[in-house]
T-cell receptor, first 116, second 116 residues
């Protein structure tokens, strides 16, 4: 595809359940970022991938959050034992290299997660 | 740590008029990038304009221009000849130029309404 895609677009889950959010970056982009957008916290960084490795995962809010990236492409953000405070829009972005700080980050449309 | 502050939660402008959105930031770094992103109801973050801190000249992109005051750590966005399609949430963002894979640090956002 031409842009970053994310699935599902919306996810409603019950407290305590696990969820997986998927991100397909722009083809050829080696850098991938996850951000969270919530009412109380604004937009916050979660994790950065360069290829399949995550040099910066300092934004993950708790050990219930994990992410992986396979084949240098698709990334999955997993939230275990979801809590109501996890309700937010989860945005994924990719950039060509990540090494150059001039790289533009291209964003996907996000996944809106609602925890009941 | 860097912080970005947008003091105007909401702004409105008449179609064809000019509006200025404010942003201030705090950093101890001398080399960095500043951005304005637009987020329409579709949730997709779109880059509007970018400014490199080492450049004294203010960036412009068609109807969008910035007033970058490095000493004051101020980075405002001016939208000229406002159009209905400009209505969106606007985010100011900071990115370090020091390290690869640098995250974006966002302000709280300003909701812009364009009145016909």
């Amino acid at each position: 595809g031409a842009g970053v895609s994310q699935s599902p677009s919306n996810k409603v889950t019950e407290k305590g359940k696990d969820v997986e959010l998927r991100c397909d970056p722009i083809s050829g982009h080696t850098a991938l970022y996850w951000y969270r957008q919530s009412l109380g916290q604004g937009l916050e960084f979660l994790i950065y991938f360069q290829g399949n490795s995550a040099p910066d995962k300092s934004g993950l809010p708790s050990d219930r959050f994990s992410a992986e990236r396979t084949g240098g492409s698709v990334s999955t953000l997993t939230i275990q034992r979801t809590q109501q405070e996890d309700s937010a829009v989860y945005l994924c972005a990719s950039s060509a290299e990540g090494y150059s700080t001039r790289d533009e980050q291209f964003f996907g449309p996000g996944t809106r997660l609602t925890v009941l | 740590a860097q912080t970005v502050t947008q003091s105007q939660p909401e702004m409105s402008v008449q179609e064809a008029e000019t509006v200025t959105l404010s942003c201030t930031y705090d950093t101890s770094e001398s080399d960095y990038y500043l951005f304005w992103y637009k987020q329409p109801p579709s949730r997709q973050m779109i880059l509007v304009i970018r400014q490199e801190a080492y450049k004294q000249q203010n960036a412009t992109e068609n109807r969008f221009s910035v007033n970058f005051q490095k000493a004051a750590k101020s980075f405002s966005l001016k939208i000229s000849d406002s159009q209905l399609g400009d209505a969106a949430m606007y985010f100011c963002a900071y990115r370090s130029a020091k390290t690869s894979g640098s995250r974006l640090t966002f302000g709280e956002g300003t909701q812009l309404t364009v009145n016909p």
